[in-house]
């Protein structure tokens, strides 16, 4: 039902921002900065609103959170679709980025809450799928609707948020585990406070620093490649979108068989593997000119997202203590919010000024960092579990050393 939930969320999503940027330029009749701007502070909007999201949902449950931040988004659609002054509509997104941000670690909370530790990749992996089937009906139905007008987007947006929440109102229950050191007297400052002792966490911290790496390659995919294709090897659009198409299309075919089978390997391992198919799949756009080459990066490319998107989420999670979930994924979005704020201009002021294949050079080179990184931390986890499995060795020793000498 997390599932369905998600598919039926998401698709309403898909309806709206592919022509999110189209809507704004025709109907305010700006250019893309002020496009850029408006995801810019959108961006700003999910940090603050996954930190306080994440903080709710560990202190009042996940099931609360996910409703508040669907019925936003959904009442805060239709809104945006009245309101005809620019500076008002860039308050109103920053606010409806803060508010409907709240859900999402609490949705991933979820997984975690829901499933043993050597299942979370695949129901991860379940998410990313009904995500990408979302991917591929929902721009086609949008393209339908948005030929009518582009009200009809964002009342269809509304519609699917409301129906996720009565959805997840009437059948899925609270997930939040019940530890014996909850405090219910706790405030919410004092759990917000909380996110000190995820920050403490060292090497959880280097796995969103090279993560975010890792996305910083990747969303160049849905940005800088289509213009890169266009200007510089007059790929067609069309064909573009055939691309992002087939991506869609082989996440929905194959997940299910790649997140199974990668299940019983170390988590970082797989995540290094898998961004080494990033480093081939970008990098090969800064060294081949044919149509069809274009085709197989992608594939490449497709592989190593259908590798690493469930397995990082997993590791995430494997990382936190079940009372602080919340928070720790959270923070893990960061690894997606941060990269969006910057990472698109950085890639346009790479093409202008170093040449447009620089950009995929780059994108091979942080690729391999973050290869080299991601094995490193599969060093760290290693002897983290060891010394954990120690400590717990050692607790056991001295609670049956009283009981034996008796």
């Known amino acids: 039902m997390l599932?369905?939930?998600?598919?039926?969320?998401?698709?309403?999503?898909?309806?709206?921002?592919?022509?999110?940027?189209?809507?704004?330029?025709?109907?305010?009749?700006?250019?893309?900065?002020?496009?850029?701007?408006?995801?810019?502070?959108?961006?700003?909007?999910?940090?603050?609103?996954?930190i306080i999201g994440g903080a709710l949902a560990?202190?009042?449950?996940r099931r609360l959170m996910v409703l508040?931040?669907?019925?936003?988004?959904?009442?805060?659609?239709?809104?945006?679709?009245?309101?005809?002054?620019?500076?008002?509509?860039?308050?109103?997104?920053?606010?409806?980025?803060?508010?409907?941000?709240?859900?999402?670690?609490?949705r991933q909370a979820m997984v975690a809450d829901l499933l043993p530790e050597g299942k979370q990749a695949e129901g991860f992996g379940i998410l990313r799928v009904a995500f990408n089937i979302s991917a591929t009906i929902g721009p086609i139905l949008g393209g339908f609707l948005a030929t009518q007008s582009y009200m009809s987007l964002f009342i269809a947006d509304a519609v699917s948020s409301i129906i996720t929440a009565i959805i997840v109102y009437l059948v899925i229950p609270e997930t939040k585990p019940q530890t014996h050191d909850d405090k219910s007297e706790e405030t919410v400052m004092k759990t917000i406070i909380g996110y000190k002792e995820v920050l403490k966490d060292g090497t959880f911290i280097v796995f969103i620093s090279v993560s975010a790496l890792m996305v910083l390659v990747y969303m160049q995919m849905n940005s800088t490649l289509s213009v890169f294709l266009r200007d510089v090897h007059e790929f067609p659009v069309q064909n573009f979108s055939l691309l992002l198409s087939m991506n869609a299309l082989m996440v929905v075919v194959f997940q299910f068989w790649i997140a199974r089978k990668i299940s019983k390997y170390a988590p970082m391992k797989m995540m290094a593997f898998g961004t080494l198919f990033y480093m081939v799949g970008f990098g090969m756009y800064g060294f081949v000119a044919e149509s069809y080459l274009f085709f197989i990066a992608m594939a490449i490319i497709t592989i190593g997202e259908m590798i690493v998107t469930p397995v990082g989420q997993a590791a995430a999670a494997s990382f936190a203590p079940e009372d602080k979930r919340g928070r720790y994924m959270a923070v893990y979005s960061f690894q997606w919010t941060i990269p969006n704020l910057f990472g698109i201009l950085v890639a346009g002021l790479v093409m202008e000024?170093?040449?447009?294949?620089?950009?995929?050079?780059?994108?091979?080179?942080?690729?391999l960092i973050s290869v080299v990184g991601f094995w490193l931390l599969n060093v760290a986890t290693k002897n983290r579990l060891l010394k954990e499995e120690k400590s717990l060795d050692e607790e056991d020793k001295l609670t049956t050393l009283p009981q034996i000498q008796s």
């Open 353 to 367: 000024n170093l040449g447009p294949n620089w950009v995929w050079y780059l994108a091979g080179i942080l690729s």
């Open 58 to 61: 560990d202190k009042y449950g």
């Open 3 to 50: 599932t369905l939930a998600t598919f039926i969320d998401m698709l309403g999503s898909f309806l709206l921002y592919p022509f999110y940027a189209l809507y704004v330029t025709e109907h305010f009749g700006v250019g893309m900065t002020h496009v850029g701007i408006l995801f810019s502070i959108f961006s700003v909007g999910n940090i603050f609103g996954g």
């Open 68 to 106: 508040i931040g669907l019925i936003t988004s959904g009442v805060g659609s239709i809104f945006l679709g009245f309101i005809n002054e620019l500076n008002l509509f860039f308050i109103f997104s920053a606010l409806l980025g803060l508010v409907g941000a709240f859900g999402r670690p609490a």
